[in-house]
């Protein structure tokens, strides 16, 4: 044999070697992109179960928590218990829950807790295309006194992609009635 011959051997086994290396990788992707598929499949039915049992959302018993405390006037266990809320709220990145731990800091008087929850609230729901957590955001700056908050959120709610007519409607008549608010508050002595 020459050494022509010799390396043109010793190439085409590298070749096939390659060729093997990158066909097992191939195979055993394959197999965890199966595996991963059954286990969302499985998944998917788990939380079609667990919907139909009444499964709650993370937050809802940190939100109780605080709630029971600050209906027993136990601020102490209601600040902790709020922390504990607000992380599962964050975690769980939902507009939803970041709406009930801003109730409970309104509830509490926390005004800048409450203003940093709905915003974290209007964002997620915008993104979650949501118009009812758009307009529940609206709502609780409407309520701390945030108009011009309270009006963002009304354009964010009209121009959201799929809403129809009614709400359109919904959206002007929250404009007008905080239009009136702010007159009415320009002219108070």
């Not at 085409?12 to 969302?40: M, N, Q, Y």
């Not at 006037?73 to 975690?91: F, I, M």
């Not at 939803?96 to 509490?108: D, I, S």
């Not at 609206?138 to 309270?150: I, Q, R």
Request: proline content about 3%; overall charge positive.
């Amino acid at each position: 044999m020459t050494a022509r011959k010799i390396w043109v051997v010793l190439a085409g086994a590298l070749w096939l070697c390659l060729l093997g290396v990158i066909a097992s990788v191939a195979v055993e992707r394959l197999r965890v992109d199966h595996k991963r598929t059954a286990a969302h499949v499985e998944e998917a039915d788990n939380v079609g179960a667990q919907a139909a049992v009444g499964v709650e959302w993370p937050w809802e018993a940190p939100v109780r928590v605080v709630s029971e405390a600050l209906a027993r006037g136990d601020r102490a266990s209601a600040e902790w218990a709020w922390r504990d809320a607000w992380g599962a709220a964050l975690g769980a990145r939902r507009w939803e829950g970041m709406a009930a731990v801003g109730v409970l800091a309104m509830r509490m008087g926390e005004s800048p807790r409450a203003r940093e929850a709905f915003l974290a609230a209007l964002f997620r729901a915008r993104a979650q295309r949501s118009f009812a957590g758009v307009l529940k955001a609206e709502e609780a700056f409407e309520t701390l006194g945030d108009g011009m908050v309270a009006r963002q959120c009304l354009f964010i709610a009209g121009t959201m992609p799929g809403i129809g007519d009614v709400e359109r409607e919904v959206v002007r008549e929250r404009l007008k009635r905080l239009a009136a608010y702010a007159r009415a508050s320009w002219n108070e002595p």
